[in-house]
């Protein structure tokens, strides 16, 4: 079999629904199978998927179980040669899948391939990720580098730190040798972390611009209000504990600490003066402080 598709879904039935429609008009001539992960959803993702997609494989958990440790049932059950997991806030444009294939067998250290990915109105989205060092954390806790270009600047193909898990193609034989997500990963980090993994084992991590994935962005994440950030945070420590040390873990935190602060101050300012929105943000920033000592990463998590 040529691909696997795996989504993860929580709560996006109407999202998962026109997504799993562009992944079937866009199979072309791939032996292609689609696993469904649902993550306890109390909507209706299960009907839909019985009543319009009954040839896709569908794990229903009981609880949601995090992206990392989802994506991994799934891929015990994966049979292509090649791995696509895809959020189903996504979809899938013209013959992307075919040539994302077609690329993979022609590169064969290419553990990761990710494509060109698109924002709502068909502007580039920022998916090629470098390492999120000091050096990252730092220029984003003083407002530095907001205007780069996304993909690190990058038209055309190239190997690059690690791509967006949001469309991330993978060579189930490279798969086979780093093995699955890191389970300890629960809402962000996990695909950096792969990444990684697999460029210290000597296989590629590329970007190539083979085709487009429209990314909406936000989908189930949109319901977890200053919580997100919370996770995103621990992610984020989790890497730099991970790779760095106990004293990378303790710096990364500090200084993102600081950001979320720095923030709750100037936001709390705006909002002295009246600027509209600045209440609401300063709230969020507040929120995300007084949660703080839950993005240290907990040990034993998996």
């Not at 580039?124 to 984003?140: E, T």
């Amino acid at each position: 079999m040529d691909l696997t598709v795996i989504l993860v879904n929580w709560n996006t039935h109407e999202m998962l629904r026109d997504c799993l429609a562009t992944v079937f008009a866009g199979q072309g001539a791939l032996t292609m199978e689609v696993i469904v992960v649902d993550n306890g959803s109390t909507d209706e993702s299960l009907a839909m998927l019985a009543a319009h997609f009954p040839q896709v494989g569908v794990i229903a958990n009981v609880t949601n179980r995090g992206f990392a440790a989802a994506n991994n049932q799934a891929l015990s059950w994966a049979r292509g040669r090649h791995v696509l997991l895809l959020n189903t806030d996504t979809l899938v444009r013209g013959d992307v899948l075919c040539a994302a294939v077609h690329w993979l067998d022609a590169h064969p250290k290419a553990a990761v391939l990710g494509p060109r990915v698109l924002n709502r109105d068909g502007t580039v989205q920022d998916s090629v990720k470098g390492w999120p060092g000091f050096g990252y954390l730092m220029r984003q806790t003083l407002g530095l580098g907001r205007n780069r270009a996304p993909n690190l600047g990058l038209v055309a193909e190239a190997e690059v730190p690690a791509v967006s898990g949001c469309a991330m193609f993978v060579r189930r034989a490279a798969l086979a040798e780093v093995g699955v997500l890191d389970e300890a990963f629960f809402f962000y980090g996990e695909e950096t972390d792969w990444c990684r993994r697999f460029a210290v084992a000597g296989w590629g991590v590329h970007f190539a611009p083979v085709g487009e994935i429209v990314h909406f962005g936000g989908g189930a994440a949109r319901r977890l209000d200053h919580r997100r950030d919370v996770m995103l945070t621990e992610g984020t420590v989790r890497l730099h504990r991970k790779h760095g040390g106990l004293a990378a873990g303790l710096a990364c935190y500090g200084l993102l600490l600081g950001f979320n602060a720095s923030r709750a101050v100037l936001w709390a300012g705006l909002a002295l003066a009246r600027r509209p929105g600045a209440r609401d943000r300063a709230q969020h920033f507040a929120n995300v402080v007084a949660d703080y000592p839950r993005a240290w990463p907990q040990e034993g998590r998996a």
